[in-house]
């Protein structure tokens, strides 16, 4: 329905574009016709612009990748203990019967 309504204003512009113009007179040629670009997708701000498109692409896969692989912690002094400390609630021992 957007599409069919964008089309139909155009044809309504390009009308009366040609209403105002006289017999002898050439009309200039617009920014619609001089571009041709027909009906083209909304671009987001990213997509414009090619360098940020691939920091952004760059960024999201950094992420994934330091998502999917252990981050390797170097050790500061003696050991300390679990970092995390000792849960009490935990348990992963197997119990007997």
Do not use: H
Not at 18 to 39: F, T
């Amino acid at each position: 329905a957007r599409v069919q309504e964008q089309w139909r204003r155009m044809a309504d512009a390009n009308a009366a574009q040609d209403a105002a113009v006289d017999d002898e007179a050439k009309r200039s040629v617009n920014y619609q016709i001089l571009k041709n670009k027909g009906m083209m997708p909304r671009r987001s701000k990213d997509n414009r612009n090619p360098r940020v498109k691939r920091r952004k692409r760059y960024e999201k896969a950094q992420k994934k990748l330091s998502s999917s692989t252990a981050q390797v912690r170097s050790q500061e002094g003696n050991y300390g203990g679990e970092a995390t400390g000792i849960k009490s609630s935990l348990s992963r021992s197997t119990r007997f019967k």
